[in-house]
Each structure stands twice: as C-alpha cells, then as structure tokens.
C-alpha cells in the first residue's frame, strides 16, 4: 500500500542528499578473540582487540571488512601485504575470506565487533564463528573505503535480514532525533529480535522467516503505507529477495533510484555471494 512522494526531487535539486565517498588505505589486520557474546540463537557477537587496530576507520554505517579465518585443521592464518597493486600473498593455500559489516570500534579500548548470523547449514564463517573461544585469531582487512549517506531525508526505509542487522543498527544509531525511519527486518522467529537503540522515530517490523512465503520481506513491504517526502533506502537480504524490493520501489512506489542502495548479501546455494544491485 505505497503512498507516492508529493514532489519527486533528484540529487541535482537536493545537493545536500548527495552520498559522499571516502577511500581509506588498505591495511591488513592480525587480531585476538577477546569476547564471544551468544546475542540470540541465530546471532553471536565477537570481540576482536590487539595493537593492530591503530588507525583503523569506519565512518559508513554499512562499510564491510574482509575477514580471513585460519586454517581449521592447522589453526594457521595467512595474511597478504599491500603491494604497489594491491594485496600480495605469500606461496600456499589462501585463507577462507568472507566480507562483514563491523558492528561497533572502539578507538581508546582497541576492539572491534563483528555480529555473525548463524545460518544452517553453515558455511566456513558460520562454523568457525560457532566455536570461537577467546584467545583464537582472525585476520581484518579494510575497509577500503566508506560511502556516507546523509541523514537529511525527509524519513529513511532499511529493510534487511539477520545479516544486515549490524549495518541496520549502525545507521539507527547515527540518525539524529528529528528523524524518521521505518524498519523492517527478517529473522527466523521472536527469539532472534534484538533491542534497537536510536534517537530517531521508528518503526519496526519485525518479519518471522518461521511459516513465511518465499519472500516474506516482500510481502512485509507490500502492506507498509509509505509516508510522503524524500527518502532514502536501504536494502541488504538474499539476492533474489533483494533484487525484488528494489524493483517494488522503483516500479510500484515510483521510489528514485539515485536514493535506494540495494545489496545481496548471500546467495541461496551459493556459500559467498555478495554484490551491490
């Protein structure tokens, strides 16, 4: 049930919307496990801390690490250094490397935490987040570079699975009081809801993947009323669900596509898939 915008605007009325691009310089990380948080049952917080974490930066709410897990049999882990052209690795095997949104970094404390949604049946990053004890080691790199989407809008759509709820939470956490968003988000039953701190006004929804349709974040936004005005959104689930709520927004509620950053986070089938849309 959209409700149209009353005047459709366009980065080049609105200059003040534009996003902004940083690059940062790529760094490669050796860091130690330092606290294992079991948030639900689907989710499980990990702290990472050491010396390696000077200058590290994450100034957009959705930026995404690479994360290079040991060796399950060894417990060894390699890590490249930067080249003239990029990373270089030593002779071998190279890690399992998957990309995570960082939940929260503490520049005075030196941590860093990572929220990883355990998926069945898992993947390397879901088994080895599974049995993470303190004192284990992850390699970090990144990120390469930050996207900073103002807050400015008239009101915010985020619209994610239990993947995105890091990025999801970041931005609730950067948007001002004054601000409006409408929230929903798919986790597999009740017990996988999460508190949702925020100074904006929110509305959350949140969609129970246990007895849904195939795509139940769909069906969630189908019955949403839209309020009017100018607004951002933000989308990030499994690629065919994705992929169907940007097309939603841009066909059926006349959305602008210069303001929908929509993303894949996996892929049904697939154990890395991660693509912008």
Known sequence: MPTLPETPSTTESRPELVA???RHPLRFRQLQVSQVERLTPHLVRITLAGDDLDGFVSL???DHVKLFFPDPVTGALALPTVGPEGPVWPEGTRPTMRDYTPHHFDPVAHTLQI????HQPGGPATEWAAQAQVGQTLG???????LIVPTGFDWHLLVGDDTALPAIARRLVELPAGARAEVLIEVEGPDDQ????SAAALRVQW??????GALPLLDALRRTAMPAGVFHSWIACESTQAKALR???TTE????????????????GSADAHESL
């Open 20 to 22: 902004q691009r940083v």
């Open 60 to 62: 957009g709410f959705d």
């Open 115 to 118: 929220d990883f949604a355990l």
């Open 140 to 146: 970090v790199g990144g990120p390469r570079g930050s």
């Open 194 to 197: 999460i508190a949702l701190p």
């Open 207 to 212: 969609v129970h993947r246990r007895g849904a």
């Open 247 to 249: 097309a939603y927004l």
């Open 253 to 268: 509620c006349q959305a602008n596509p210069q303001w929908i950053r929509a993303s894949s986070y996996w892929r049904r």
